[in-house]
């Protein structure tokens, strides 16, 4: 609880304070300027910006006192880390908070999997709030783990660091009015709905705003962009790993549109958090690329504090959170010193905190798969002309294409001399022996089969390979593993990480996943995977029947833009 009566005589001047940070270089976000002065702080909280003393004090001289950065959306499972190995990762780099959306882990384990993220990131020194997931499954074309509808979810809309609804991915069913849809909606109509609307338009886009839908991540182009600003929504920018968005949409960041404008990185994974970092990043990138310095430490800041309504954090004021970051410069953005509630809990880069061990058997050996026989992974050909997956570089959206392929005993079969492979996604959450196959075109594998769990969002198995038993290989060694990543090739499993957590997560840290993540990338790359391709990135989101244009899932290939399963042979 703020101790009201200690800061209101902290702020007078009545009484010395816990602490002040003296002679800095102090952002205002609601001027947008930087003043010299001293940061009183009491309790955990800010007293008073001013002229101040305390029993500890800090000389800042020369030095820049900005407030701690906040990821407004942000998926934890994506750093295949768990949330206290993610917290010694981003809170080093200035991430102070963070509005997490758990759909992935959710998709696997459902409301256990919801509430092992907000057990396992209670009090860490990153405030973690979270938005509920809305899509657990994301389509009907797909088996997940869990189905998740209001009633699972009332259980958690009390809970003081839920916010609200996560992102609304099927704006389908929302302006058909879907009643599954609509209960979530109206569950909480005092709180934040968090939106994913790509490409929508018009009186479309109106009708998903209408529905109390206030802001959306999956903007491309500036067209959208403004499109939503005029409608009231918010708009985040966004630069993750797999899709980077803020460079694009800068242009409409000015002084009218910017309090509505917010920094997130939605999915950032182990080698980006490890070389570029990560809200910092995007603060980096931002102000390198000519945007106003004030409106760049506003969106990582006060914007996203104001749009989840948390009234005490994204500034250095009296009355707020003592979160806040001390730069040697503005340059380089990364901090020297990170404060948490006016403790230093990160230094130089270095987390000054550890792990700890959180009840995890609700998400452990989440892995039921039923091996198929070689049968199951047959693609029936009744023509010599088929639809297959075309890769797009560096982009998670795939291409239609329809091209003659080649026929064994009746089915399609990869040919890795012309670039064509197969995939298959396997049911792994219920034994129903499920196997959806396809054809993909683009990624360059030679040989072997690339293996992997984390495939949203269902998080079904997704093996991709150029011939069958090295595919049903693959998916043997992920079984033994009990989810993870493997690569294997001619009969011989070349390397593989568990991934124990749901499939999703690792016990290990950030650099020791990334450095088992770099093994087995180069292991791909050797086996012919194009550099354009991040193979384990590519094939998480070869199963995604949200995201255009063709995507496979355990019941079979999906057409997007008809949002229906279709055959992969053509008549």
Same mark, same amino acid.
Request: glycine letters at 8%; a negative charge; hydrophobic letters at 45%.
């Given at each position: 609880?703020?101790?009201?009566?200690?800061?209101?005589?902290?702020?007078?001047?009545?009484?010395?304070?816990?602490?002040?940070?003296?002679?800095?270089?102090?952002?205002?976000?609601?001027?947008?300027?930087?003043?010299?002065?001293?940061?009183?702080?009491?309790?955990?909280?800010?007293?008073?910006?001013?002229?101040?003393?305390?029993?500890?004090?800090?000389?800042?001289?020369?030095?820049?006192?900005?407030?701690?950065?906040?990821?407004?959306?942000?998926?934890?499972?994506?750093?295949?880390?768990?949330?206290?190995?993610?917290?010694?990762?981003?809170?080093?780099?200035?991430?102070?908070?963070?509005?997490?959306?758990?759909?992935?882990?959710?998709?696997?384990?459902?409301?256990?999997?919801?509430?092992?993220?907000?057990?396992?990131?209670?009090?860490?020194?990153?405030?973690?709030?979270?938005?509920?997931?809305?899509?657990?499954?994301?389509?009907?074309?797909?088996?997940?783990?869990?189905?998740?509808?209001?009633?699972?979810?009332?259980?958690?809309?009390?809970?003081?660091?839920?916010?609200?609804?996560?992102?609304?991915?099927?704006?389908?069913?929302?302006?058909?009015?879907?009643?599954?849809?609509?209960?979530?909606?109206?569950?909480?109509?005092?709180?934040?709905?968090?939106?994913?609307?790509?490409?929508?338009?018009?009186?479309?886009?109106?009708?998903?705003?209408?529905?109390?839908?206030?802001?959306?991540?999956?903007?491309?182009?500036?067209?959208?962009?403004?499109?939503?600003?005029?409608?009231?929504?918010?708009?985040?920018?966004?630069?993750?790993?797999?899709?980077?968005?803020?460079?694009?949409?800068?242009?409409?960041?000015?002084?009218?549109?910017?309090?509505?404008?917010?920094?997130?990185?939605?999915?950032?994974?182990?080698?980006?958090?490890?070389?570029?970092?990560?809200?910092?990043?995007?603060?980096?990138?931002?102000?390198?690329?000519?945007?106003?310095?004030?409106?760049?430490?506003?969106?990582?800041?006060?914007?996203?504090?104001?749009?989840?309504?948390?009234?005490?954090?994204?500034?250095?004021?009296?009355?707020?959170?003592?979160?806040?970051?001390?730069?040697?410069?503005?340059?380089?953005?990364?901090?020297?010193?990170?404060?948490?509630?006016?403790?230093?809990?990160?230094?130089?880069?270095?987390?000054?905190?550890?792990?700890?061990?959180?009840?995890?058997?609700?998400?452990?050996?989440?892995?039921?798969?039923?091996?198929?026989?070689?049968?199951?992974?047959?693609?029936?050909?009744?023509?010599?002309?088929?639809?297959?997956?075309?890769?797009?570089?560096?982009?998670?959206?795939?291409?239609?294409?329809?091209?003659?392929?080649?026929?064994?005993?009746?089915?399609?079969?990869?040919?890795?001399?012309?670039?064509?492979?197969?995939?298959?996604?396997?049911?792994?959450?219920?034994?129903?022996?499920?196997?959806?196959?396809?054809?993909?075109?683009?990624?360059?594998?030679?040989?072997?089969?690339?293996?992997?769990?984390?495939?949203?969002?269902?998080?079904?198995?997704?093996?991709?390979?150029?011939?069958?038993?090295?595919?049903?290989?693959?998916?043997?060694?992920?079984?033994?593993?009990?989810?993870?990543?493997?690569?294997?090739?001619?009969?011989?499993?070349?390397?593989?990480?568990?991934?124990?957590?749901? *499939?999703?997560?690792? +016990?290990? &840290?950030? %650099?020791?996943?990334?450095?088992? !993540? #770099? $093994?087995?990338?180069?292991? =791909?790359?050797?086996? *012919?995977?194009?550099? +354009?391709? &991040?193979? %384990?990135?590519?094939?998480?989101? !070869? #199963? $995604?029947?949200?995201?255009? =244009?063709?995507?496979?899932?355990?019941?079979?290939?999906? &057409?997007?833009?008809?949002?229906?399963?279709?055959?992969?042979?053509?008549?």
């Amino acid at each position: 609880m703020k101790a009201v009566e200690a800061l209101i005589a902290v702020a007078r001047g009545q009484t010395k304070a816990d602490l002040v940070l003296k002679h800095a270089q102090v952002f205002n976000v609601f001027t947008g300027k930087f003043h010299r002065s001293d940061v009183a702080v009491c309790g955990g909280y800010i007293a008073g910006v001013g002229d101040y003393t305390g029993y500890e004090e800090i000389n800042l001289e020369r030095k820049y006192l900005t407030p701690g950065f906040i990821d407004g959306h942000v998926h934890i499972e994506s750093s295949m880390v768990s949330p206290v190995e993610f917290a010694r990762v981003v809170v080093p780099c200035g991430t102070t908070t963070a509005v997490i959306d758990p759909h992935e882990v959710a998709n696997v384990a459902g409301a256990a999997g919801i509430r092992y993220m907000l057990d396992a990131s209670e009090g860490l020194p990153l405030t973690v709030f979270m938005m509920l997931p809305s899509c657990v499954p994301a389509s009907t074309m797909e088996n997940s783990g869990a189905r998740l509808l209001a009633e699972d979810l009332t259980q958690f809309i009390e809970h003081p660091r839920v916010l609200g609804l996560g992102e609304l991915m099927d704006y389908g069913g929302v302006l058909k009015g879907d009643s599954i849809i609509l209960d979530k909606l109206k569950l909480m109509p005092a709180k934040r709905v968090d939106g994913h609307a790509p490409g929508l338009a018009g009186k479309e886009l109106a009708a998903y705003a209408a529905a109390g839908i206030k802001s959306d991540h999956e903007c491309v182009t500036p067209a959208e962009a403004r499109e939503r600003l005029a409608l009231g929504m918010y708009v985040m920018l966004r630069e993750g790993s797999a899709t980077r968005n803020l460079l694009d949409l800068l242009p409409v960041v000015d002084q009218y549109t910017t309090r509505h404008c917010l920094f997130v990185t939605d999915d950032r994974h182990p080698a980006d958090l490890i070389s570029l970092g990560h809200i910092n990043h995007m603060v980096r990138l931002a102000v390198k690329a000519g945007c106003d310095l004030a409106h760049v430490l506003q969106m990582a800041t006060i914007n996203t504090a104001e749009y989840f309504q948390l009234k005490e954090l994204g500034a250095i004021a009296p009355g707020y959170r003592a979160d806040m970051l001390v730069f040697d410069d503005l340059s380089t953005w990364r901090p020297a010193t990170v404060f948490k509630n006016g403790r230093v809990v990160a230094r130089e880069g270095s987390p000054l905190f550890g792990g700890r061990k959180t009840a995890e058997q609700a998400i452990r050996d989440s892995l039921r798969l039923n091996m198929p026989s070689r049968e199951k992974l047959k693609i029936p050909a009744h023509s010599e002309k088929a639809l297959v997956i075309g890769l797009v570089p560096h982009q998670i959206i795939t291409e239609r294409l329809e091209i003659q392929a080649p026929i064994q005993d009746g089915g399609y079969i990869a040919d890795p001399a012309v670039d064509l492979l197969k995939l298959a996604v396997f049911e792994r959450h219920h034994h129903t022996g499920n196997v959806g196959s396809a054809l993909v075109k683009g990624l360059g594998l030679r040989s072997g089969a690339i293996a992997s769990t984390v495939a949203h969002d269902s998080h079904n198995l997704i093996v991709i390979g150029a011939d069958d038993d090295d595919i049903l290989l693959a998916a043997r060694e992920i079984r033994r593993i009990q989810g993870g990543i493997a690569v294997v090739n001619q009969g011989r499993v070349l390397h593989s990480l568990p991934l124990p957590l749901a *499939g999703l997560m690792s +016990e290990q &840290d950030v %650099f020791t996943v990334e450095k088992e !993540l #770099s $093994l087995l990338r180069q292991l =791909a790359r050797d086996l *012919g995977v194009k550099p +354009e391709y &991040d193979p %384990f990135m590519t094939l998480a989101f !070869l #199963s $995604l029947p949200v995201i255009p =244009a063709l995507k496979l899932t355990d019941l079979g290939l999906v &057409d997007v833009a008809e949002f229906s399963l279709t055959p992969v042979s053509r008549n």
